[in-house]
């Protein structure tokens, strides 16, 4: 009842679950130095990943597959959220070592929690059904909430882990919420239907199930209410995870609050997962009721964007600033999802470019102001560039990249998006975010300049870059120069990555 | 299985919250009553308490009660295959196997970390000293 | 018939549970109310045929789950009572007015007519033990492994935190 193409289906999901038990095992009963945890879940990362490419030369481009019933998806879609979000969790995991052994013995728990979130990611990306959608949501958020408060010995960690807990429990319960109303709606859960018809059970045959997108397609509703409030609490519910405004209250307290080392991966893969989810549901369930939902996507946009830009301007902290860009950048990467499927593959290009620059940008925070702190305030760069001219360097790159400044990947992002929502007739939203943007440009020199043009404080510390942060900081910082030079190959990699 | 299935439940209940009642009822009528001011004091001998002390309790009490419910999450589980256990044959006990073998990985490594430990010395000996020279090469 | 006496006796054992857990100042009594309610929807769920889900309500809501709300209520102390001071001044209009609200919409939402999905619970989809059985683990397998994945993230979770002492953490002021 299992075949083939339901193991390659979550061929990753295995690996990482493997990688997973085999971690614990093996630390509860031979005590092991942290390097071995940083091999298992090396070995289980790097398996994924392959698994993912291998999932995409199977399926990108292709019709599609339904996996497990009707319950996840094979197709370019869901490969490509594998190819990103693995990479993103190994990049994690090597610029926030210095946290994962500093945790000494509970060090192990977070290799396998940040393991298990990725899992939990990629399932998000590629479910094909509402419930598992939500199942997925939770393995990835409830991972989340541990990292975020895993040093115990600092207050503002365990507040901002019990933020994050209590505002995402209760984004969850609207996401919930969201999909009863739309099985109400609708008389389905799953997004592409279930072409399996089961034998005759107890009390007969269980019937099979059309699917939303084909139900929405077919049926005239004529009293949309009920369909309308479960497409908003959906928007809601993963605009939360997205940190869209005006659901973001809770970042800028978790971004600061939580250990430095980890943050990077709290905001990165949040985005990725949301997104994906988000753009899956969106098109492809709802894709007939998109004058619906459009507009609202639209007014959240350009919200987060307006709301995100000017309260980054005032922050004198650079977690908190890259908090509320944080924001911001959700409002630019929704405005691709107002043109429906025509805007995914440019949600894709920023949405994996941003989370490589928000990891190399909370790496850089992490190792300036230390891998278990939260707050990271600007006065610390004053100079940088004197005193670790590699940290100034990536930070200014990433800056450079988050700002939209062409040869960076952000450039090409942001012109993926707006090209998109000017297409789908959202001018207006273009030229607002556009106009954000030149206004973004303020604090994010403003970063540059205190670096570079800045004399240090004599009682600075020079920050120690330890070598795995140093190469995955490189390594992003690499991506951001050069993908943001040629994008094009990635541009039309992306096309294949559409839900099908 | 309809309603009516429930009915010893419901005559069970009824007859619980009337043992409840006439327990109450009777050891107020039969139980000899004449207090004085000593047996009414909280505690018959030492010193009355002026205000209950601040307490701090280990958060592994917390711990415990989690895994209770996680395990309990199981047995739910292993329900719904029990009723359906002939129809759904071999690979329902596969289905099941692998869940369970997920918790029982879950168990084993609680277990051995010390989760279970309820005795404060004896989970010492789970505590990692991280040597010098490991902690030189992690920096 | 026997479904609207039960209703009613109930419905009221709910609302009666849910208000008493607000409003109990005693934590125990909150407790208690908590699991009423709990109980109450149990019954529900046996009048819609729900068994299984009755079941599970009963097991792990009225059993587990509150069990360690009163572990906890008990570890903190049964005689603190909650004080009834406000923190916001505004709050306790600002309940009041929401309740309202949120009366208000129910009733606009319960009195119109919506159009609902196509497919009528019928007599093939009702909620015994055995179709929940032979969904859960034909159609609904996978997410249902994955709900190991969960519990794994529990556990680890629960014993991360849990497990920090004082001086674990290098690079703080322990």
């Not at chain 1, 289906?9 to 990482?16: G, K, M, R, V």
């Not at chain 1, 207050?155 to 999909?179: N, P, Q, R, W």
């Not at chain 1, 928000?358 to 940088?384: C, D, K, N, Q």
């Not at chain 3, 629960?158 to 001086?167: E, N, Q, V």
Request: glycine residues 10%; aromatic residues 12%.
């Amino acid at each position: 009842m299992v075949g083939n193409l339901d193991i390659l289906a979550i061929a990753p999901e295995i690996a990482l679950t493997a990688a997973v038990v085999v971690l614990l095992l093996v630390e509860v009963n031979f005590d092991p130095h942290p390097r071995v945890w940083g091999g298992i879940a090396g070995v289980g990362i790097v398996a994924a990943t392959v698994l993912s490419v291998f999932q995409w030369v199977e399926w990108s481009g292709g019709s599609g597959e339904l996996a497990f019933s009707g319950m996840i998806t094979g197709d370019g879609f869901s490969a490509m959220a594998g190819m990103v979000v693995f990479p993103l969790a190994g990049l994690s995991l090597m610029s926030g070592w210095r946290l994962v052994t500093e945790m000494r013995r509970r060090g192990a728990e977070m290799v396998s929690l940040l393991l298990l979130a990725a899992a939990g990611a990629h399932l998000m990306a590629a479910s094909a059904n509402l419930i598992m959608l939500f199942i997925a949501l939770e393995v990835f958020s409830i991972s989340l909430y541990v990292l975020a408060g895993f040093t115990r010995s600092r207050a503002d960690a365990d507040e901002a882990a019990l933020k994050y807990f209590l505002l995402g429990a209760f984004a969850s319960a609207v996401f919930l919420y969201g999909v009863a109303l739309l099985f109400a709606a609708t008389g389905s859960l799953s997004i592409y239907g279930d072409p399996t018809i089961y034998e005759a059970g107890a009390r007969g045959i269980i019937r099979a199930d059309a699917g939303i997108a084909a139900f929405l397609d077919s049926t005239i509703i004529l009293e949309p209410g009920l369909l309308l409030a479960g497409i908003a609490l959906l928007i809601v519910g993963l605009g939360f995870k997205v940190t869209a405004a005006p659901f973001h209250v809770w970042s800028p307290d978790v971004y600061q609050g939580a250990p430095g080392g980890i943050t990077g991966f709290l905001a990165a893969s949040a985005k990725v997962a949301g997104f994906a989810a988000l753009a899956r549901v969106l098109t492809v369930a709802l894709g007939a009721n998109i004058a619906d939902w459009a507009p609202a996507v639209a007014v959240i946009a350009a919200v987060s964007i307006v709301l995100g830009t000017l309260l980054a301007l005032a922050q004198t902290d650079i977690k908190l600033m890259l908090a509320y860009s944080s924001v911001a950048h959700a409002g630019f990467i929704l405005t691709s999802l107002v043109a429906g499927p025509a805007g995914v593959a440019g949600m894709w290009f920023y949405v994996a470019t941003y989370a490589v620059s928000v990891v190399a940008a909370f790496g850089v925070a992490a190792i300036v102001s230390g891998h278990t702190m939260g707050r990271s305030p600007l006065s610390s760069y004053e100079g940088l560039a004197r005193r670790s001219p590699f940290l100034a360097a990536v930070l200014g790159i990433t800056m450079l990249s988050m700002a939209g400044i062409p040869l960076t990947t952000g450039f090409v992002g942001k012109l993926a998006v707006f090209t998109a929502a000017a297409d789908a007739g959202y001018l207006w939203l273009v030229i607002l975010a556009l106009v954000a943007s030149v206004a973004g440009l303020y604090f994010y020199l403003r970063v540059i300049v205190l670096m570079y043009f800045r004399p240090t404080s004599d009682d600075a510390i020079t920050p120690r870059v330890d070598w795995s942060s140093g190469i995955a900081l490189g390594i992003a910082t690499l991506a951001t120069v050069l993908i943001g030079v040629v994008p094009w190959w990635l541009l039309n990699l992306l096309n294949d990555a559409l839900p099908f | 299985m309809s309603m009516n299935d429930y009915l010893p439940i419901a005559i069970m209940f009824l007859l619980a919250m009337a043992f409840a009642g006439v327990s109450l009822l009777l050891s107020r009528f039969i139980s000899p009553r004449n207090p004085t001011p000593e047996k009414l004091e909280p505690y018959e001998c030492g010193i009355v308490p002026l205000q209950e002390p601040v307490q701090r309790f280990p958060v592994k009490f917390y711990l415990v009660a989690m895994l209770f419910v996680i395990f309990d999450i199981e047995i739910v589980f292993l329900f719904a295959w029990a009723v359906r256990f002939e129809q759904l044959g071999w690979y329902g006990v596969w289905a099941i196997g692998l869940f369970t073998l997920l918790l029982v990985e879950t168990l084993v490594y609680a277990w051995k970390r010390g989760a279970l430990d309820w005795n404060v010395s004896s989970r010492q000996r789970y505590r990692r000293v991280v040597a010098p020279e490991a902690r030189e090469e992690a920096a | 018939m026997v479904e609207t006496v039960l209703f009613f006796i109930f419905g009221i054992a709910a609302i009666f549970g849910a208000i008493s857990m607000v409003w109990a100042r005693n934590p125990v009594y909150s407790a208690l109310g908590l699991m009423l309610t709990m109980f109450s929807i149990a019954v529900f769920y046996v009048s819609n045929a729900g068994h299984f889900v009755a079941a599970v309500q009963v097991i792990v809501y009225a059993g587990a789950v509150m069990t360690l709300f009163l572990f906890v209520i008990m570890l903190i102390g049964v005689d603190k009572s909650e004080s009834r001071k406000d923190d916001l001044r505004f709050q306790r209009p600002a309940a009041v007015g929401l309740l309202g609200l949120l009366i208000a919409g129910v009733l606009i939402a319960g009195s119109a007519a919506w159009t609902t999905g196509t497919r009528q619970p019928g007599a093939d989809v009702n909620g015994t033990i055995e179709n929940v059985g032979d969904m859960l683990f034909r159609r609904w397998l996978l997410p249902f492994e994955i709900t190991a994945l969960l519990l794994i993230v529990a556990a680890a979770g629960a014993i991360a935190l849990a497990y920090f002492k004082p001086g674990d953490e290098e690079g703080d002021a322990a």
